[in-house]
């Protein structure tokens, strides 16, 4: 998408997807997110979009948390599955974090 490019409702729903992944992560606050989401509704360009994401960690950025090692002694890897490749049982976040991201979705269709 080029900086002076129009942009259309899928583009503002890409940009919408990434900024409520960094809010589920903990790279948002509330406020910091709502105060972008309307930056994004507001956004006619796509260099008004890219604004809005600027300062927040790329996927790249973040791919290489899910590549550490496993801990010592045979625990559960950092990406969060079993030895046998299963989902592992979530170990931080737990209800508070479900919460958060119930509530961004709930302010992500509140002001869409």
Do not use: F, I, K, N
């Amino acid at each position: 998408m080029g900086a002076d490019g129009a942009v259309g409702d899928a583009d503002r729903e890409r940009v919408t997807a990434v900024l409520r992944e960094h809010m589920a992560a903990g790279r948002l606050s509330l406020t910091d997110y709502q105060a972008r989401l309307r930056r994004v509704r507001a956004a006619t360009t796509a260099g008004e979009l890219d604004a809005v994401l600027h300062g927040l960690p790329t996927r790249r950025d973040t791919s290489h948390d899910s590549e550490q090692p496993r801990p010592a002694g045979g625990g559960l890897p950092v990406d969060g599955t079993s030895s046998d490749g299963g989902a592992a049982p979530a170990r931080r976040g737990g209800c508070a974090g479900m919460l958060l991201l119930l509530v961004a979705l709930c302010v992500t269709l509140l002001l869409v």
